[in-house]
């Protein structure tokens, strides 16, 4: 009896830990069904892809603003490989006007971007994938009918100066992805401005 | 005249103090030390509202606690090419905790030795004494909580 209950308190335990972590690699990934700058709702489903470069952004932050027109290019390079970016922003907007739907409109027509931008109103997603800041990125994989989780982190090693970047995370792991090679780095980490949750 | 001239010195050498830049290594060498002061070190930017909301407390408890072994370090991670907002927002706001811009590089070569389950994310705060981590904290503290955490480790 007292096993049992320890087991069922390690397993509670153990859920919350994995809730509040959210995902690892190799996890199976959830779709989701959000609203785009353009009013209509998108999912990954409908996207139908290889696989997909899910970026948490927003729009106030400095290290999200450094990335916005490198996602423009990497979107470029990764979809012509099947791998299209889909942002999402997560970011409470009563907290951040900045990171309203409607400025997600005007910094999206401003910087042309070529991917949806999504709004996770909820947070739920954000709360999902286990997003803490701004940009973070899972790169998934379709394997099956599932979405595996195979890469998480930062985009590239240089958030200050594109010219000056050595290592291009996202990139090298779709080609590995495409080849079928093990990817060499699956987990990075960035500064980043934390996701701001509702209160 | 010499009077004079010693505020100038002081106040230039607060000036040099505001826009530190150092590295990781210098990092480990400030905050590692064998002695019984306990390191607080914030990490902020100036553009990190939340950072910004919490820099009066830890000003509060750096003047409250100037008579104990307690050593607040506030190290922003502000881009290096914008080290002057650093200087500007220390000036402007009279900071007199220790200050200094970490630029360390790659941050995947170097967030997990501050604390592996840090995802980056700022504010964060990390607690060293005699060269060994106490405990590390990813997000924003209140007055009361900072009080706390500093008070559960200086006991």
Request: aromatic content about 10%; hydrophobic content about 40%; overall charge negative.
């Amino acid at each position: 009896m007292k096993n049992i209950a320890i087991a069922i308190f390690s397993l509670i335990l153990l859920s919350s830990f994995v809730n509040h972590q959210g995902y690892h690699i190799g996890d199976t990934a959830t779709d989701f069904n959000l609203k785009n700058i353009d009013g209509k709702m998108v999912s990954l489903s409908s996207m139908k892809a290889e696989g997909y470069v899910v970026v948490f952004t927003c729009n106030h932050c400095p290290f999200a603003k450094k990335y916005e027109d490198r996602l423009v290019k990497l979107n470029k390079i990764t979809s012509a490989k099947g791998y299209p970016v889909v942002a999402i922003n997560s970011n409470d907007a009563e907290q951040y006007p900045e990171d309203s739907f409607e400025n997600m409109k005007v910094r999206a027509e401003e910087k042309k971007f070529n991917f949806p931008y999504l709004h996770d109103e909820s947070q739920a997603i954000a709360r999902t994938y286990g997003a803490t800041k701004t940009p973070h990125v899972f790169v998934l994989n379709k394997e099956g009918d599932d979405l595996k989780v195979r890469y998480i982190g930062a985009i590239d090693d240089n958030t200050e100066d594109a010219a000056a970047v050595k290592i291009k995370y996202v990139e090298n792991a779709i080609d590995a992805l495409k080849s079928k090679k093990p990817i060499e780095i699956q987990e990075t980490k960035a500064i980043g401005c934390s996701i701001k949750w509702k209160k | 005249m010499k009077i004079c001239f010693s505020l100038l010195i002081v106040f230039f050498t607060l000036q040099v103090d505001a826009q530190k830049i150092i590295d990781f290594d210098q990092f480990i060498e400030r905050t590692h030390q064998q002695n019984d002061t306990l390191y607080v070190v914030n990490f902020w930017a100036t553009w990190c509202k939340p950072c910004i909301a919490e820099i009066p407390a830890f000003e509060k408890l750096n003047s409250e606690l100037k008579s104990s072994p307690v050593k607040i370090i506030l190290l922003s991670l502000d881009f290096k090419s914008q080290s002057s907002n650093v200087e500007a927002f220390i000036n402007k706001n009279g900071i007199q905790s220790e200050t200094a811009l970490l630029s360390a590089g790659n941050p995947n070569s170097w967030i997990d030795k501050i604390d592996e389950s840090w995802s980056g994310a700022i504010p964060a705060t990390v607690y060293y004494r005699n060269s060994e981590k106490l405990e590390f904290h990813e997000g924003d503290y209140s007055e009361e909580t900072l009080k706390n955490s500093i008070n559960k480790l200086t006991q």
